[in-house]
């Protein structure tokens, strides 16, 4: 298939690019570059882009493709709230209109990036995707707009799909330190503490970024039928895991860690525990890969070759909201996040 992907230059887009590009498809990329400062780990597949902001797209730029795989967004709740405004403009209407104007273009495929954050707080038994949703933040509300809006636009002719991923962790080519296993091995492998920013009762999913990719993957090749105007939660049901559990695996894998918890800890705003078991059954090609004592292992390992340091964890080079307030105070983007000339 010929495939658009925006965001392809973010943490799941440098990931997921080359793991499309291997199973024979060709990728044309659509991002605006916030992130360019941010490389960590080799594995950067160039592929033909667009450097285009999603809110500019225009008919021309969608025309022969057969699927959209959409991931640009303002891509957490700490970056969402910089200027909610803003973000209800790229992550919401942006991202609607780009669904219409695929589907006004002929493409045939839509998929969506969603997020398992639809599910708010569900503390009591795993939820499908069928569970009712409660987006708290405008991150997560966000996300459950786009899939009410774009929901109504599936026919005959354009079959979107929502792909609702757990919390990822793992290495990619443009890294994230503030995902929460992330900067679990970060802190404790460089301060040797195992930094809890809330009380850590919070039930997370968590998966592996390239066993998201394959996800995709797996959505994007199956039959029309199967994914049509479906969402799927992508993530593996064994892998739910408190914070605080994921700290004990960190324990097991970085040596002398001590837990160390916030002073002033945030809220829990978040807490859910999902069923995977739509994607294992309806997507058979899905084969996740990961699990979280594995994720931390590599990450232990890429942060000693990368020479990983204590300022990498809360700095600005890996952390979304840091840096993008850095480029605002240095004049390099104006407050709708559009670069300045
Ligand atoms: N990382 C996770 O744990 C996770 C979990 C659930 C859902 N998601 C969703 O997956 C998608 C990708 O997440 P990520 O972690 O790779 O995010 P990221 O922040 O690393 O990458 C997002 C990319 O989108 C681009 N972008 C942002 N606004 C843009 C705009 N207006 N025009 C063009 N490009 C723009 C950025 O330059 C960046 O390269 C997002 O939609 C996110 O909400 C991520």
């Not at 060709?26 to 033909?48: M, T, W």
């Not at 040797?192 to 968590?206: A, E, F, M, Q, V």
């Not at 899905?286 to 990450?299: I, S, T």
């Amino acid at each position: 298939m010929r495939i658009l992907v925006t965001g392809h230059k973010g943490y799941i887009g440098t990931v997921m690019t080359p793991i499309l590009l291997d199973a024979g498809h060709e990728v044309i990329g659509l991002d605006s570059g916030l992130f360019q400062g941010c490389a960590f780990a080799p594995g950067f597949r160039d592929v033909p882009e667009l450097a285009l902001d999603l809110r500019d797209v225009q008919r021309r730029h969608l025309e022969g493709f057969d699927a959209v795989i959409h991931l640009a967004a303002l891509s957490n709740d700490s970056l969402s709230n910089l200027n909610p405004e803003v973000t209800y403009d790229i992550n919401h209407a942006a991202s609607v209109r780009l669904a219409q104007i695929a589907k006004d273009a002929g493409v045939r495929r839509f998929l969506f990036s969603s997020s398992c954050s639809l599910y708010g707080t569900a503390n009591g038994e795993r939820v499908k995707e069928s569970a009712g949703l409660d987006p708290v933040l405008p991150y997560s509300i966000t996300k459950f707009l786009v899939e009410q809006d774009v929901a109504k636009l599936a026919d005959e002719t354009f079959s979107p799909t929502f792909l609702r991923n757990a919390t990822a962790y793992g290495v990619s080519p443009r890294f994230n330190v503030e995902l929460v296993l992330n900067n679990l091995v970060a802190w404790a492998c460089t301060k040797g503490s195992l930094y809890i920013k809330s009380d850590g009762s919070g039930w997370r999913p968590t998966v592996h970024v390239e066993d998201i990719s394959r996800g995709w993957l797996a959505a994007l090749e199956a039959p029309r039928e199967v994914v049509h105007n479906q969402a799927f939660n992508v993530g593996l049901t064994e892998e739910n895991y408190s914070i605080r559990m994921l700290a004990e695996i960190v324990q097991e894998v970085v040596p002398g860690a001590r837990f160390e918890y916030a002073k002033d800890p945030a809220p829990t705003t978040r807490s859910y525990r999902v069923d995977f078991g739509k994607i294992q059954s309806l997507l058979p090609a899905f084969k996740p890969r990961w699990n979280v004592r594995k994720g931390a292992e590599q990450l232990y390992a890429a942060y000693r070759d990368a020479g990983f340091v204590f300022e990498d964890c809360e700095g600005p080079r890996f952390n979304r909201v840091v840096w993008l307030k850095q480029l605002l105070a240095a004049g390099r983007l104006n407050p709708a996040l559009r670069w300045i000339a």
